[in-house]
């Protein structure tokens, strides 16, 4: 029997080491649960379904439309354009007209009047001679408003008439449509007796 | 055991997933931004392209490193429905009354001027006329749309006109740095987008807006603290030229005080940079009500003291709230 210390074994130092398998302990699996759970919450009240519409304050569609202005009432705005591309040349930008061409709107009892006679004028074009506020004109205008669409000649009606100091009632769009449907395929211009006769 | 492609897929996955997230989603929503249309009353294409020197400003910008010190982003915290009057109209003691039924009555509204908090007993027909002076103001807070809707309607009904004022609220909005947040379309004609990270100085997102002034931007560039006092921003005097005056000063030279003055027979005039520069910081403009950052621009064209000079603590105005209105 020897005292002597004995060498290491090589035998142990050459293996492998092994991964061993451990089972994920079950507080870790509910936390994740709960960690997931509480991930989908914060993804339903947040991100707006990745909306790329929806920012930040705003948590989801129809919380944005909550907060836009409001847009009723007639878009004068948009009036305003078709008015300056489609009636301006002649009646002025400024609504006052020229003198012997072209009437004004500004205080016009023809703008501020009847909304069924106004609708008509673009729709079909006015001949023959015409008195506004105690001026004759005697000049065909053609039916500069037959291609519009009924919103924009409904907003350029609305522009003449709340717009340079005029206040009369707005044009809605329901109300160039039905005016359209009675004028139907009409090609001869109106004159002013014609309209003044329709109710 | 050999686990390396198990690793390399597990890093590739995870990488291509955070790619798709953050980067290829993004680009497939809004990489081909259209210009967005403005929201209530007058509607207009929004953003325009950058007038050219201004474009040309943006480089200066870029060059001298501007965006490491400002930021062109503005945060918003919240929203907030107010009922503005903008016409007391003739029967005042009436509105008077349904202001504060309003006030009172339901929970839906809250106050936002002091003078309807307390009850004023049985007002007089003179006291009417202060209450509902210095229209248009804002009267009441909404909770939700439709109180607010049904407010506007009983005011309106009153003979008065009624106006629903949507606010956007937060800490950036209450310096004055903007009046909304920032959305993608503020930045859709920006070449190299220049958000910034950090606000050495104040936000410039919407500057063109709150400081107009040309001249103010040139005496602010040479010397910055001629114009905002304790100033951090070191002057720019390389964008300018001190030259001989020839036969008369030159129209752009800067009007100088004192000291800066470049003495007798010369003048500091801004250089074509200089120019460029400040034609891109007046054009700054993010403040077009949006459909994804809606807010109405009061009625009145009352200019906010807005300054570039971080809010004092306790200097609330109407948009210092930071609190989320309640979403229903």
Not at chain 1, 15 to 34: D, H, M, N, Y
Not at chain 2, 215 to 229: C, D, G, I, Q, S
Not at chain 2, 271 to 296: E, K, R, S
């Amino acid at each position: 029997m020897s005292l002597e210390p004995q060498p290491p074994l090589p035998a142990a130092a050459e293996a492998e080491p092994q991964a061993g398998r451990i089972a994920v302990p079950v507080w870790l699996i509910v936390l994740l649960f709960l960690l997931l759970y509480w991930g989908m919450v914060y993804f339903d009240q947040h991100s707006g379904w990745f909306d790329p519409q929806v920012y930040a304050p705003y948590r989801s569609g129809a919380e944005l439309a909550l907060y836009q202005p409001p847009t009723g009432g007639p878009d004068l705005a948009r009036g305003k354009v078709v008015f300056e591309n489609v009636c301006g040349l002649c009646h002025g930008n400024d609504g006052a007209g020229k003198p012997g061409q072209a009437p004004p709107f500004i205080g016009s009892e023809w703008a501020l009047g009847n909304p069924n006679h106004m609708i008509r004028i673009p729709l079909a074009g006015l001949a023959g001679p015409v008195e506004v506020k105690g001026q004759q004109y005697n000049l065909a205008m053609p039916a500069m408003g037959a291609a519009l669409p009924d919103d924009d000649l409904a907003a350029v009606l609305t522009y003449i008439r709340q717009s340079w100091g005029n206040k009369a009632s707005a044009i809605t769009p329901a109300q160039v449509k039905a005016v359209r449907a009675e004028v139907g395929s009409r090609t001869q211009p109106w004159t002013a007796d014609q309209l003044k006769a329709i109710q | 055991m050999n686990y390396g492609p198990l690793v390399f897929l597990a890093a590739f996955f995870a990488l291509a997933t955070s790619w798709c997230g953050f980067v290829l989603t993004p680009q497939l929503q809004i990489g081909r931004l259209p210009q967005a249309h403005t929201v209530g009353g007058a509607a207009s294409t929004y953003p325009v392209a950058r007038p050219g020197l201004a474009q040309q400003g943006m480089e200066v910008y870029r060059a001298n490193g501007c965006a490491a010190c400002h930021s062109q982003q503005v945060g918003q915290t919240g929203t907030v429905l107010e009922i503005a009057l903008t016409e007391a109209g003739t029967n005042q003691p009436a509105t008077i009354a349904a202001l504060l039924t309003l006030a009172e009555g339901s929970t839906d509204h809250a106050p936002a001027l002091s003078l309807l908090a307390p009850v004023p007993s049985a007002p007089s027909n003179s006291t009417n006329a202060t209450i509902l002076a210095g229209l248009p103001r804002a009267f009441l807070r909404s909770s939700t749309r439709e109180a607010a809707n049904a407010a506007i309607k009983t005011l309106d009904a009153t003979s008065a006109k009624a106006q629903l004022w949507i606010v956007p609220v937060g800490p950036d909005l209450a310096r004055g740095w903007g009046e909304r947040r920032s959305v993608a379309e503020d930045y859709l004609f920006d070449r190299t987008v220049m958000p910034g990270s950090q606000r050495v100085g104040p936000d410039l997102a919407n500057l063109g807006a709150r400081l107009p002034d040309a001249n103010w931007h040139l005496r602010h560039l040479y010397a910055p603290r001629l114009e905002v006092k304790g100033s951090v921003m070191p002057p720019y005097r390389f964008l300018f030229e001190k030259r001989k005056i020839k036969d008369r000063q030159s129209p752009e030279a800067l009007a100088l005080p004192g000291d800066l003055a470049p003495g007798d027979g010369y003048e500091i005039v801004p250089t074509q940079a200089a120019q460029a520069l400040v034609a891109y910081l007046t054009d700054l403009h993010a403040d077009a009500p949006l459909f994804n950052a809606p807010m109405t621009r009061p009625a009145t064209a009352e200019a906010t003291t807005s300054t570039n000079a971080p809010a004092a603590p306790g200097t609330a105005s109407t948009n210092a709230a930071p609190t989320h209105a309640a979403a229903p």
